[in-house]
C-alpha cells in the first residue's frame, strides 16, 4: 500500500514564500503529483516530478528526492487566491494515484 | 463546455435507496476514476477503468458499483446508501500515458439521510 504525510494546515501573508512537505512510504514509485483544489470546487494538477531535483512553473514549485521518500511543493510570492487545499500524490507502478489528506493554505492580508 | 461533467450535482437520498452517480467526459481519454473525499482524509478511490472492459475496485469499493458504458460514460452506484456513505464524490479521467496527470468532474455532493 501508500502512505503519504503532509501537514494539515499553513497560515502565510501576502507576499510570503510557503513550503508544504510530503513523505511518502510507496512500493513500486513512479513519481510525485501535487495538485490544488480551491474550497467547494475540483481538484487540479499543478506539477510532476518523476526525477529527483525541482521543477519550476511560475510561482510554484516542486521537489522530490527519491531516496528520501520526500518532495515539497514551493508557494512563493503568496497571493490571496492561493488560498486552498494541496494535495501531494503518489504514482506507482499499479498505475494509480494515492493522495494525501492535503495542507489547507490560508493567506492573509 | 466543461471536459468532465457529472450529475447530479447535489443530491439527498435515504438509507437503503439506491442511486447512481453520472460521469461522461470528452476529453477521448482511457482511463476514468471515482474517488470520495471526507473532511480531513483527502481523495480516497472507489474504482477505476483502463478501458470499456476493464474495471479495477479500489481502496473503498464495499457497498458501490460501476459501470462503464462506453469510452466516455462511467458510472457510480451505491446499492443501498448508508449514511456514512455521505461525502463528496470525484469522477477523474486521464490519458493511458499520463496517469498522474487527472481530470476532474465538479463533484458530485451526497447526504444519505
Known amino acids: 500500500g501508500q502512505s503519504l504525510e503532509q501537514p494539515s494546515e499553513v497560515t502565510a501573508v501576502e507576499g510570503a514564500i510557503v513550503q508544504i512537505n510530503c513523505t511518502y512510504q510507496t512500493s513500486g514509485f513512479y513519481g510525485l503529483s501535487w495538485y490544488q483544489q480551491h474550497d467547494g470546487g475540483a481538484p487540479t494538477f499543478l506539477s510532476y516530478n518523476a526525477l529527483d531535483g525541482l521543477e519550476e512553473t511560475g510561482r510554484f514549485s516542486s521537489f522530490l528526492s527519491r531516496s528520501d521518500s520526500y518532495g515539497y511543493l514551493l508557494l512563493q510570492e503568496l497571493q490571496m487566491k492561493d488560498s486552498a487545499s494541496y494535495f501531494c500524490?503518489?504514482?506507482?507502478?499499479?498505475?494509480?494515484?494515492?493522495f494525501g489528506a492535503g495542507t489547507t493554505v490560508t493567506v492573509r492580508a | 463546455d466543461a471536459d468532465v461533467t457529472q450529475t447530479p450535482r447535489n443530491r439527498i437520498t435515504k438509507t437503503g435507496k439506491r442511486i447512481m452517480l453520472e460521469c461522461s467526459q470528452t476529453k477521448g481519454h482511457d482511463r476514468m476514476y471515482w474517488y470520495r473525499q471526507d473532511p480531513g482524509l483527502g481523495l480516497r478511490l472507489i474504482y477505476y477503468s483502463f478501458d470499456v472492459k476493464d474495471i479495477n475496485k479500489g481502496e473503498i469499493s464495499d457497498g458501490y458499483s460501476v459501470s462503464r458504458q462506453a469510452q466516455a460514460k462511467f458510472s457510480l452506484s451505491l446499492e443501498s446508501a448508508i449514511p456514512n456513505q455521505t461525502a463528496l464524490y470525484f469522477c477523474a479521467t486521464s490519458d493511458s500515458g499520463a496517469v498522474e496527470t487527472q481530470y476532474f468532474g465538479p463533484g458530485t455532493r451526497l447526504l444519505v439521510l
Open positions: 500524490a503518489v504514482t506507482a507502478n499499479d498505475y494509480k494515484l494515492s
